[in-house]
């Protein structure tokens, strides 16, 4: 370790500022089109002014009075690259150096700026167009967005990456065109105005644009679960259910089909407040009780259904039957209520004034529609969300609510009988147990008949505002609690695993025999995949146990098993050949280690090459040392105390615990299974033990793989090199074929070229190597192995979405370090950084 100081902040800020450098360098050599388009938009917006007054950019703005009717056709392409105001034109920045950016990898730069320019122009023509149809028909005006010419830089972009979406991979085409149409039909049948109109259609041309230029080209297959993919489906449709009355309230009331629906979630109706007199009074002065009473509070109260709702999607998405609870009850509440609403009197829907009555219609299909299809689609697929809590959870949530809820309705019970006098009007018992009922529920799910009393002032009116938002938090926050507490299936019959294994099995095969380890199996039980289950990330442990022409269909069982219980599935430690199959599949991968394998047939150690392996063999020989094959159980209780203190030795030297999942400990040593290689000095001391894991082919063991090594400290040089050789020697002797000495973690092949542009999860796995190496010298190790001139077979970790790649990351470190504490993960720390001193 040397004791040369870090270098100097000011040292290192020009190398930060170099790679920054490089790194936009490269950014732009790659994305020209859209650096070009984000530049363009902000230049449009500060030349025209509207980054800081948005009213006078509306003379470049397009639409069917300004392009058609006033003849400015060259609106159709200004409005194409002039924000309506800053806050437009730092979103179509940011849209344009992100989404636009991938599609243009996609594409290539000329046809992104091809396709920026044909999509955007048609988009506004045919907008236009259909916009300018619509008005003509009096039913339909009242939804028609008012005559503003439209400004959106957006235009463009969606329909160039519907477009690019065509030669995406089959995960990112899904992916882009159900995110982008759901948010695209979100923004044009709620919020309503004209330029969600023109997106929506421009993003139209660009999937049929898109399509007829990706004519012809190959498509990976990629298998995908069926379950995932309804589980996604209909999360998405909930959140834009959920979301969407969010939407129209931001945008002002909304004036889309569907925006009808936001009466529903605000505090009080102004229109019914200005008819009031004509209308029942009782719906009077519940409205007026809502809007003396209105505040953050209330309005939190109003949209507790869609906030419910986006929670429910979220679960959903996961599988979770809890989600699909909450999210069928919410959606049935929200299609009843109205209809009981409109049957009792107190939603009145006036005709429009030609008393077509199409005003009915989109109500209709907005409230009571749309809820109740989904519905119907939730229940149809309800075996789908089979992702269960465990009883225990359940139980503590119905404790959780009952109590808040008692706690909740007492205190505000209490506080509003000793604050009557904030009332309006004398209060009866009933009276305040009738508020106190109400004040949990929405204030459009609450029509309560006759006057209702509320009160004006004090913490009476205080507690009526927020104890049914803190009620309702409390149930968020516990549903959400819920999808983390999830019933795992049983580890699976370990004893079917090693009957497989016997059949046949790769060099590290064995390790999914280890505690810890889950078991999945085909419905033939001719196949298997060990799995550590960390989270909610499943990592498969080495190749799947398969016959042959068997591996894709183990992998597409496994996949599908997981996504059924709500898992991230990830392949760990995979050779080429299961790399293959799930490449052909369409997942991705990166490399996390490289296994050293030495061929024993016609080895020897004659030649120079091996004198460093030589060398300490003969000089260990010399001096007495000998190579004593055992198993634990064989130990005597001397030499099993011996063992056990050389490793718990080693673990003191360290400032974390034994890792796992892929490295054995003492626990491992004491299978039958696994032979151990003692090196025995004179004085019947043990200096060293290793361990080797056997593998098979054809019920025969072929081949032996090294685990544990460990030495004393005090203890003479070359020891592992000596055991190493006789264990070579004598399983070659035994007719073994193949000496693994297993998988060296996070390390690189020394014949592979590092890659300039990383993907994230191997930039973390290199991350953790360096920070692992002061305390377990993963990369001194690896050197080590090469004295044995080995053969380098890398090993991957496969996974199929980038987005997933945090989660796998943080599982993969977890699963190597199980029981690291907070202060132990410091002491590496702060081992990791002296070692780089």
């Known amino acids: 370790m040397s004791e040369t100081a870090p270098p100097a902040p000011a040292a290192v800020m020009p190398s930060r500022l170099r790679a920054v450098g490089a790194f936009l360098r490269v950014y732009l050599a790659r994305n020209p089109v859209a650096v070009c388009t984000a530049v363009l938009v902000l230049a449009a917006a500060a030349a025209t002014g509207s980054l800081w007054n948005g009213d006078g950019a509306f003379v470049w703005g397009a639409g069917p009075l300004t392009t058609f009717a006033g003849g400015r056709w060259w609106t159709v392409l200004t409005a194409l690259v002039v924000p309506d105001s800053a806050v437009d034109a730092l979103v179509s920045a940011l849209l344009a150096l992100t989404v636009l950016a991938y599609g243009e990898r996609l594409l290539g ?56 979406s065509a030669f995406a991979t089959t995960l990112w085409r899904r992916r882009l065109r159900l995110v982008g149409f759901a948010l695209l039909a979100l923004f044009a049948l709620y919020a309503g105005d004209a330029d969600s109109w ?6 139209g041309i660009g999937l049929v644009g898109g399509a007829l ?154 409230s009571v529609g749309i809820p109740l299809a989904l519905t119907s689609a939730l229940v149809i697929a309800r075996r789908r969300f089979s992702v269960r809590s465990t009883p225990r959870a359940a139980r503590a949530v119905a404790v959780t609510l009952t109590t808040a ?92 695993y090693r009957e497989l294994l016997h059949r046949g099995s790769d060099t590290l095969g064995f390790l999914g025999t280890w505690e810890g380890n889950r078991h999945w199996y085909s419905d033939d039980g001719e196949c298997a995949v060990a799995y550590r289950l960390v989270g909610d990330v499943a990592l498969a442990v080495a190749d799947p146990l398969a016959p042959a022409g068997r591996r894709p269909e183990a992998v597409r069982g496994y996949t599908d098993f997981c996504v059924e219980h709500g898992w991230i599935p990830a392949f760990y430690s995979v050779h080429a050949d299961t790399l293959d199959d799930l490449v052909e599949a369409g997942w991705l991968h990166v490399p996390v280690g490289v296994e050293t394998v030495m061929d024993l047939p016609g080895l020897t150690f004659a030649g120079k090459s091996w004198q460093k392996v030589r060398q300490p063999l003969t000089r260990a020989e010399r001096e007495g040392f000998t190579a004593v094959w055992s198993r634990w159980h064989e130990l005597s209780v001397a030499q099993a105390s011996q063992v056990v203190a050389i490793d718990e030795e080693w673990v003191a030297d360290r400032a974390l615990p034994e890792m796992g999942f892929t490295l054995g400990s003492l626990d491992e040593l004491r299978d039958r299974d696994v032979r151990l290689l003692l090196a025995v000095g004179p ?97 001194s190790l690896f050197r080590f192995k090469g004295k044995f001139r080995p053969r380098y077979r890398p090993l991957a970790l496969a996974y199929r979405d980038p987005l997933q790649l945090p989660g796998i990351g943080a599982a993969v470190g977890r699963a190597y370090l199980p029981d690291a504490s907070r202060r132990e993960m410091v002491a590496l720390a702060k081992t990791a950084w002296e070692g780089r001193r």
């Open 683 to 779: 004085d019947d001391r043990i200096e060293a033990v290793t361990s080797w894991m056997p593998s098979w082919t054809d019920g025969e063991i072929t081949g032996w793989t090294l685990d544990f090594m460990r030495r004393r400290s005090d203890g003479p040089n070359g020891m592992m090199e000596f055991l190493i050789a006789k264990a070579a020697l004598h399983l070659q002797a035994e007719g073994a074929t193949v000496l693994s000495l297993s998988g060296a973690p996070l390390a690189d092949d020394p014949g592979e070229t590092a890659d300039e542009d990383p993907a994230p999860l191997r930039a973390l796995l290199r991350w953790l190597a360096e920070v692992l190496e002061p305390a377990y010298g993963f990369a």
């Open 405 to 496: 809820f008692l706690l909740c309705a007492t205190t505000l019970f209490v506080v509003e009988a000793i604050g009557k006098r904030a009332f309006d009007r004398d209060v009866s018992v009933l009276d305040l147990l009738g508020v106190t009922l109400r004040r949990f529920l929405p204030p459009s799910f609450t029509h309560p008949g006759g006057s209702t009393a509320f009160p004006h002032s004090g913490p009476a009116l205080f507690a009526y505002q927020w104890v049914g938002v803190l009620f309702w938090a409390i149930v968020v926050a516990a549903i959400l609690w819920l999808y983390r507490r999830v019933q795992r299936p049983d580890a699976g019959d370990a004893g079917r």
């Open 109 to 164: 730069s000329r046809r992104t700026a091809a396709l920026l320019a044909v999509t955007g122009v048609a988009g506004l023509l045919v907008g236009i167009g259909l916009h300018a149809a619509a008005w003509t028909l009096t039913d339909l005006r009242p939804v028609v967005a008012a005559e503003v010419p439209v400004l959106d830089p957006t235009t463009p972009i969606a329909g160039t990456v519907m477009a690019a």
């Open 198 to 203: 023109y997106r929506l259609t421009a993003a």
């Open 213 to 366: 230029l990706a004519r012809g080209r190959e498509r990976r297959s990629w298998h995908r679960s069926s379950t995932r993919e309804a589980r996604t489906l209909l999360a998405l449709l909930v959140a834009v259910v959920g979301s969407g009355p969010i939407v129209a309230l931001v945008s002002g009331g909304g004036r889309g089909p569907l925006s009808l629906v936001v009466d529903a979630y605000t505090q009080y109706d102004d229109a019914l407040l200005a008819r009031c007199g004509t209308v029942a009074a009782s719906v009077c002065d519940e409205q007026v009780a809502l809007l003396m009473t209105r505040g953050a509070g209330p309005a939190l109260l109003a949209v507790t259904p869609l906030v419910l709702l986006l929670v429910a999607a979220w679960g959903l998405r996961q599988g979770r039957r809890a989600a699909w609870i909450v999210a069928v009850f919410v959606l049935v509440a929200s299609a009843v209520l109205p209809l009981v609403s409109l049957a009792n009197g107190r939603l009145r829907i006036d005709p429009w004034v030609d008393g077509s009555g199409a005003e009915y219609v989109l109500w209709a299909l907005a």
